[in-house]
């Protein structure tokens, strides 16, 4: 195992992120992004001034503090309004469908801002109704790394003892969420594959059904994608491309920025009219303070270089028309190399997110790819998850599927390594030299003696029929012999007859001057010898042809 090992893995093989798609759509090289931040920076920061001509570190400090300001809201209002239209032109949805759009400093910012308008929403929906509003998530989902996503996602290991818990999720499993939406509902958050579970996608149905149970009882679903790139193949959204269902929000942050912290909130009209009911006021210099209650969308609009950069990425997507690229032939090659491997259990292919279910815990399979330069995510306890880019030539998906071939080889002669070691260790104990011939001797000596015992057993038993007067049984190998020849009785036997005739009289003279008899007075061979008369009359002659004695001719 460990020259297999070291022929194999001392390679110096070129490394190969295995999630470079949630980089961007062109992985870690993404030039247009690097282009997009430098001109931005080159635009911000060249003289210490804005292009608002602001003093840098003033700007700096009130974007530190979470808001950009009224005055960068000019610069800021035509990228949010390009990235609204891009979005509009990729999924082929109308103003109604994308209303508004909001950038933020990172994905637990956006997911706490639809909540905020969730939740505004739902209690002005139910004003009269004393239950707190509810969150209704899908369990075991991902929602982020922050203290919110956390708790959003349910997952008692993504917690550490000393976070609170924070109140107002109701985590539902994914196919009993429909069930659920009640009047408390302020809105349905679940992302369309199922990353910690093999990265299995929701099904059409569920998703239907969950969408029908939204409308009914007129409560937002919000989709998260954050973690999951756009996936084309004619599909901008994942859940679109699974079933015929739109959602009221999504949340996005994968594969648009360059791997740099950031999320975009994209909401629909029912909700972007929460932040149109926001009025500022005067109070204190930062325009951002509201009335009580109020959301302004200045206030939650407080990033611009994570604007810059999705609006580069989407730009790109629109004009170099990625939303054609095919997406079903990679999974056909994925499916065909993989599919001899015994160590795989099953392939989930939505896009470009593609979840291996294995045989083997996670962590070793990530901890022997490691060795080939190829990083994985795990995709729960027995499964490993890819997110290759989505531009993607022949040379580079080719290298990716040999490298996956190397570590199957590797865990596969691995395997047969142990196999071999296991039966050698076998082998051995079943041969082992500590075993001598005596303690077989002394299994044969056993027999033996217990052979013996049982031939004394049947010589003793002979004995004792032989003594009670009767015949015993002849062998079966001997039978015919024994039945064929006559017996002659000896002179012995004669004499001995006599004798018992000579008794018989005395008793009969005995018993005629006496008148009584007592049962256990009887002579133990007249009783024996009766015996024997009863066995001989009810035994067929023919098989048994014993000589008649003397007393029995006489009393006949």
Excluded at 457 to 486: N, Q
Aim: glycine share 8%; with cysteine; aromatic share 4%.
């Amino acid at each position: 195992m460990s020259e297999y090992s070291d022929d194999l893995s001392n390679q110096n093989l070129p490394q190969i992120l295995g999630s470079s798609g949630t980089i961007s759509a062109t992985g870690s090289e993404c030039n247009y992004l690097q282009t997009a931040l430098s001109q931005w920076a080159g635009q911000r920061w060249a003289d210490g001034k804005g292009a608002d001509g602001q003093d840098a570190n003033q700007r700096w400090d009130r974007e530190r503090c979470g808001s950009i300001g009224a005055d960068s809201g000019d610069t800021l209002k035509p990228v949010l309004a390009n990235i609204t239209q891009n979005l509009r032109t990729l999924t082929g949805h109308d103003s109604h469908q994308i209303q508004e759009c909001l950038v933020g400093s990172s994905v637990e910012e956006v997911l706490q801002w639809v909540m905020v308008l969730a939740r505004r929403r739902q209690s002005q929906a139910a004003s009269n109704s004393s239950a707190d509003p509810k969150c209704l998530v899908a369990l075991g989902s991902d929602h982020g790394t922050g203290v919110v996503g956390r708790m959003a996602s349910g997952r008692a290991e993504s917690r550490t003892p000393e976070w609170p818990v924070l109140p107002g999720f109701a985590h539902v499993g994914i196919h009993d969420i429909a069930g659920r939406i009640g009047a408390d509902t302020a809105m349905v958050l679940l992302s369309p594959i199922e990353l910690n579970d093999m990265a299995r996608p929701v099904d059409a149905k569920t998703l239907g059904a969950i969408r029908k149970a939204c409308d009914q009882q007129s409560v937002p679903l919000v989709i998260d994608h954050h973690a999951i790139p756009p996936i084309g193949g004619g599909n901008f959204w994942a859940h679109e491309a699974l079933a015929a269902v739109q959602a009221d929000a999504v949340l996005m942050s994968a594969g648009l920025l360059g791997g740099m912290p950031g999320g975009l909130l994209v909401l629909g009209s029912d909700l972007a009219q929460q932040l149109n009911k926001a009025t500022s006021t005067d109070q204190g210099d930062s325009p951002h303070h509201t009335t009580a209650g109020a959301i302004a969308a200045s206030e939650m609009a407080s990033n611009e270089m994570v604007a810059c950069l999705i609006n580069a990425s989407l730009d790109q997507w629109v004009s170099e028309d990625w939303l054609a690229i095919d997406v079903d032939t990679m999974a056909v090659q994925w499916a065909e190399r993989l599919a001899t491997r015994e160590t795989i259990r099953d392939l989930h292919v939505t896009g470009r997110t593609i979840g291996i279910e294995l045989d083997l815990p996670a962590t070793d399979w990530i901890q022997a790819a490691s060795q080939f330069g190829l990083h994985a995510e795990p995709a729960g306890d027995f499964a490993v998850r890819f997110q290759p880019p989505l531009v993607l030539n022949d040379d580079t998906a080719a290298l990716l599927l040999d490298r996956l071939d190397l570590v199957f080889d590797f865990l596969q002669a691995q395997e047969s390594q142990q196999l071999q070691d296991s039966q050698q260790t076998s082998g051995t104990q079943t041969a082992s030299p500590d075993e001598s011939p005596a303690d077989h001797s002394d299994e044969i000596e056993s027999a033996s003696e217990m052979e013996s015992e049982f031939e004394s057993d049947d010589l003793l038993e002979t004995d004792e029929s032989l003594e009670s007067g009767e015949e015993a049984e002849p062998d079966d190998v001997d039978a015919e012999e024994a039945d064929s020849e006559e017996y002659v009785p000896d002179e012995d036997e004669l004499d001995e007859d006599e004798d018992e005739d000579e008794d018989e009289d005395e008793d009969e003279d005995f018993d005629d001057e006496e008148q009584t008899h007592e049962p256990d007075s009887f002579d133990e061979n007249s009783s024996d010898q009766a015996e024997l008369t009863e066995e001989t009359e009810e035994m067929d002659p023919a098989e048994n042809k014993k000589p008649t004695s003397s007393a029995e001719t006489e009393s006949a």
